[in-house]
Structure formats: C-alpha cells, structure tokens
C-alpha cells in the first residue's frame, strides 16, 4: 500500500472553544468533543467530570508518557515516505491503488465528534479504521471509540454539511467501513467488525448520552469498579473514591 499523509484543505468549520468545558469546541454551532473522550467514559464517566468541567489537571502516569512516544514513533516512521495529498484526491486514488495513513483528521459537526485515525487502510474493496490499543482484549470503551472514528469517517464521506461542497464524487462510495482494535506497536489485529447499521445506532446512541452528560441533562456516573478506582490518577480529588 502507498503511504499518505492526508490533508484537509477542503474541510473549513467555524470553530470557537466552549466557554466552560476545557477541551471541547464549539463547531458549526454545536458542541464537539474529542472522540478519545469515549475511552474515558468506559473506564469512568465521573473522571470526565473532574478532568474538563473540574479542570483538575493530574501528572501523567507511565503508561501515558510511554503511549505517546511509541504513537509518535509509528507516525514518524510512516511519514518519512509519505505522499501529501488530500481526503478528496485518496478517495478516487484508493478506488484502484490501496493507500494507508497515520493520524487523519476527521471531524463529523452534525454528531459533535472529532479526532485523529491512528491508522487507516483504503483499498479498492473497503476501509479499514484502526486504533492501537495497549494489551489485546477489546474492552467496550476501545470499540466505542474505534466505532465513533467510523461514524466521523462516514460522515466525511457521504455528508455535506452546512452548506460545504460535499467531498465525495457524484456517484456515492459503497466500499463498507470496517473498525478495527490493533496491539500497539505490532501488526496484530486482534479485534474487527464491519461498521453496520446496529453498531452505527449503537455509537450514536453513546454520543447522544456524552452530549447530555456535558450539556447538564444526565449525571456523570462514577464505576463501580474499585480496581479502576485504586488505579485512577483523580483519586484524591474524586468525592467517590
């Protein structure tokens, strides 16, 4: 497969910070979090709370410090011989010559989502969205999250918005999405599931939830988990701990 980085010159929003959550925007008029949130509300959605209402800032743990070296290392090593180009021109280029690429940006205003594709596979037959885990169980807040990088990706690809010039071609694409969990810093593909029409409502459904939890209609809820609560790294601010 040829290496891509992708550019998105076509994709302009008007886009402003949210005057009280730290880490949210406002796009298009709508609130819009970043699609890593969800890996968050899986392990405790009261951490959410403390984290972007709260402010509460934390030393990053270990885990973090060595996840974010490691993910930097693959982009880097992926650029050095990537081909710039742009979403619009990969999406005709991928209909007969497979392309792959790191971090690309996607962002999906009508669902209030946005975030950056660890890796991304566009062949002739299909697309494959994938997200580098630690470890290779795939914990239901790691397909939530690889799941909402397709509904943002799918967006892209059949939606105008806002009156923006739709970045597809006339005729629509019907290769399907696919999301995909990966062991970090190894080619294993340990989890995949064809993006569908039930895991489409399914992660729409979530998001609809992350939007009442900031907007103040539904309550942050802590875990139940007290292995989660031993790990936490806002255990000593957290009012349920």
């Known amino acids: 497969m040829k290496n891509k980085l992708i550019n998105n010159p076509d994709i302009q929003y008007n886009t402003e910070k949210h005057p009280k959550i730290k880490g949210m925007q406002i796009i298009e008029g709508k609130s819009n979090f ?11 959605e009261y951490s959410l709370y ?14 973090m410090i060595t996840g974010t070296h490691e993910h930097q290392k693959l982009e880097d090593k992926l650029k050095e ?20 690429s790191r971090e690309m940006y996607v ?18 037959d299909e ?8 470890g290779k169980i795939p914990y ?40 995909a969990l990966r062991e970090k810093g190894t080619d294993n593909i340990f989890w995949k599931t064809e993006f569908d029409e039930g895991n489409e409502n399914n992660i729409k459904f979530l998001i609809n939830r992350m939007h009442g939890l900031f907007e103040g209609s539904k309550p942050f809820l802590p875990t139940k988990n007290h292995n989660k609560c031993n790990k936490c790294r806002f255990q000593r601010y957290c009012e349920h701990f």
């Not at 403390?50 to 885990?63: H, N």
């Not at 697309?127 to 630690?134: A, G, N, Q, R, T």
Request: glycine share 6%; aromatic share 10%.
């Open 127 to 134: 697309f494959i969205i994938i997200d580098d885990k630690p």
């Open 140 to 179: 239901p807040s790691s397909i939530n999250q690889v799941l909402a990088y397709c509904l943002a990706f799918k967006s892209m690809l059949n939606s105008s918005i806002a009156g923006q010039t739709t970045l597809t071609s006339i005729t629509p694409d019907k290769r399907k999405v696919h999301g």
């Open 50 to 63: 403390l984290q972007y209402l709260k402010g509460i800032e934390t030393v990053p743990t270990q885990a």
């Open 107 to 124: 962002v999906a205003p009508e669902f209030g989502i946005r975030g950056f594709i660890d890796e991304i596979w566009m062949t002739p």
């Open 81 to 100: 011989d990537a081909v710039p180009t742009t979403f619009k021109d990969v999406l005709e280029t991928s209909k007969y010559e497979a392309a792959i």
């Open 34 to 44: 970043p699609i890593s949130w969800l890996n968050q509300q899986g392990y405790c």
